[in-house]
């Protein structure tokens, strides 16, 4: 899975970027069953970060329980390098990693698809 560096999203005056795919575990297969392809993957990922809005804060979010057909019950462990954000701050932060993890993960499984295409 590939996470450019810089990319990110926005929202409630914070800019949430990717900067390093630190580590991956976890399987993919494409099995046939019945003249059809099922892409199934399950992984856990851990990605540094950087959110900024009047402040800048720095951060590694391990991200568990990625399944093909469960993106939204993604489980997010976020530990802070320096300075935390206040509670409401890391609130918005947590929401804006898992929309940008669940978009990146969408466009990896569209990629996917089209390797047995």
Known sequence: MIIPSGE????????????????????A??????????????????VDFEAVSSE??????????????QLDDVELEITWTGKKPSHSEGK?????????IISKMKVFE????KIDS
């Open 92 to 100: 918005v932060v947590t929401s804006l990693l898992k929309t940008l």
């Open 8 to 27: 990110g999203a926005s929202g409630s005056g914070f800019a949430v970027s990717f900067k390093t795919l630190t580590k991956t575990e976890g399987s």
């Open 56 to 69: 800048k804060f720095k951060g590694s979010v391990v991200v568990s329980d990625v399944i093909n057909d």
């Open 110 to 113: 569209e990629e996917y698809r």
């Open 29 to 46: 297969q494409i099995t046939h069953s019945r003249g059809k392809a099922r892409f199934m993957y399950e992984w856990t990922l851990t």
